[in-house]
């Protein structure tokens, strides 16, 4: 159980053009997500939180115009990199925490590698 | 600001060889949950700790919170080359958001 699901698992795109990245939670409902990006031999840095319903809540420094957060269902949350540049290249990993958790577990999907040239 | 800092960043060792990462700070934390990542994947969840002073095992992994719940461990027993990665612990603070660790990455060499 609690299985996350990430597509696509790897993307390469031209500078300028937008990416849109999904993350499905199989098995169990999440009425919050969250989506991280990771550096090379770094820890995860937190972008947003996204809520079922509601406008995603962003950290300090992230862009909220170029990083469009979407979390139309308990099951599914979209991130959207408009405008991509090569400086935007990462490894996006998105989380979900189960709605009958009384604490923050959080499951991980398997990442999204995207390359911009 | 709460942070965690986790030691060592880096080990490599002997595979049958014990080990402990330390994950430590100054604020208090409701739960901490350890994790272990591969190269090219995301982080796999392998306890949740929610009691200061809990011990719980995973066959030769033991993670202990702290009494006062600021800190934790994670020991592993007999490493195995199976053990390689990168883990990371993390504490639900006052946000509903969690704080990552510093990260320690283990190499187990056969």
């Known amino acids: 159980g609690a299985v996350v699901s990430q597509h696509p698992s790897w993307v390469i795109c031209k500078s300028g053009t937008s990416v849109k990245i999904e993350c499905r939670s199989l098995?169990?409902?999440?009425?919050?997500m969250f989506w991280y990006r990771q550096f090379p031999k770094q820890s995860l840095m937190l972008m947003a939180t996204?809520?079922?319903?509601?406008?995603?809540?962003?950290e300090q420094g992230v862009e909220k115009d170029k990083f469009l957060i979407n979390h139309a269902s308990l099951t599914l949350s979209t991130l959207t990199v408009t405008s991509a540049h090569p400086e935007d290249s990462s490894f996006y990993i998105c989380s979900a925490r189960p709605v009958d958790r009384g604490y923050n577990e959080q499951f991980f999907g398997p990442g999204t590698r995207l390359t911009v040239l | 600001t709460q942070l965690l800092e986790q030691s060592p960043q880096f080990l490599s060792i002997q595979e049958g060889e014990n080990l402990t990462v330390y994950c430590n700070s100054s604020?208090?934390?409701?739960?901490l949950q350890w994790y272990r990542q591969e190269p090219g994947e995301g982080p796999v969840l392998l306890v949740t700790?929610?009691?200061?002073?809990e011990v719980k095992k995973l066959k030769r992994l033991t993670f202990q919170f702290g009494d006062a719940r600021k800190d934790s461990s994670l020991h592993i027993t007999a490493a195995q080359p199976g053990d390689t990665g990168l883990y990371l612990c993390a504490g639900e603070g006052d946000t509903d958001k969690l704080i990552f660790g510093t990260g320690t990455r283990l190499q187990v060499f056969p």
């Open positions: 604020s208090v934390f409701s739960s």
């Open positions: 098995d169990f409902q999440a009425t919050t």
């Open positions: 700790v929610v009691t200061g002073g």
């Open positions: 996204s809520n079922e319903g509601s406008k995603a809540t962003y």
